[in-house]
DNA sequence: ACCGTAACACTAACGGTTACGATTTAAAAA
DNA sequence: TTTTTAAATCGTAACCGTTAGTGTTACGGT
């Protein structure tokens, strides 16, 4: 029970960075839909059912790394200086990622997804598992706590932002313009900071 | 090339109904993933291409009235009362579509969506073509048209609202609060209306 | 009465996904 | 070392949603 040390691990990650790095490469190269599950692990030199025992679904291919954006985000909200605010600690964050994801080396898978309604539809579900993770993670770390469905409509908001700002002429425009609207929203939700003598019902 | 008047069409939508009776009826009795399109084709007495015909997909068996859903967000934006404020109207039918689906008679549907992966899935991205028409119907039905930008960000918050909303303990009481959240949203893209006394920061 | 076409049927297949059982291989135990 | 355990991989066959291809029927317009 002791931690497995070594080699095995790291195997097992080359072999799905394999599957990952083939995949992507015959995506690109031939489009999504006309690159087979068998052609993939074919190209990446294993079975079928090595390859699902890394990814859940043909989708997941694409999107290999969400759980770096899942955990990158609510490192944003419990990792944040002690009484920094909520929203632009979450600002900062989407913005970096929106412009991770629209640099010029991102482009071509951006494209495809863009491209591919199965990977569009794909993308929307997985962020919907984003918007949940982040809720939870704005519920913990937060000092005055309002209500949990402010917290889960916040998260989705934020994740919106993110969506939203990558499909628009300019992003970086348009995550302060969304993000404003998110602030707006966020205070009268969670009236803290200067506090307004609490309106209360 | 004029409307076909008349019987065909009943028999069509006959069919349709047919089809998606026998398909709840099943899913109902024991359980989606339990059931099998050929399953659902054989209870209706029609071919599987022909249920095809009807339906997109499985999932769409299940969200038979998808289309209601958007017609009516988008109504309720283009034909508000001449002068009435946008975010009212939208709260108002948003109020309606929960109230209808938290009703006892449609427990067990969205029971069953609940409890079934894929019916999530499909429903989140049903909810992503609902939000593009809501945001186009927003950008359309507006005087002091604001960005677009804006547009689809508070039709993807008042989608957010209705799937939030429904989850909620509360149901009646969530789209309140989360609608509150919108209002001040919508304030900061749109600065219209009557110009209250804005608490500025 | 006749034609165009929409609706439906049937078969066969394709492609993502999984169950199953066998086999290898790293890691822990003896 | 040798033995043992469990994880990782493999190969096959199948399941199931979905579609293409090909007819057939029956309604509606002329």
Redesign the pocket.
Known sequence: M????????R??AA?RQKIADAALRLFLEHGYDAV???DVAAEA??????L???F????ALVFEQDEDFEQRLARAVTGREPHEPLVPALRREIHALVRHCTADSAAPIWRLVDETPALREYEESMRLRHAEALATAIAAGLDAAPTATACRTIARFVIDAYSLAREAADPEAAVDEIFRMIEAAWEVACPVGDPAPTAGP
């Open positions: 002791t931690v497995p040390s070594g080699r095995r691990e195997k097992k072999t087979g599950i068998r030199d294993v079975a079928v059912t090595t699902f025992s890394h859940a679904s043909k989708e």
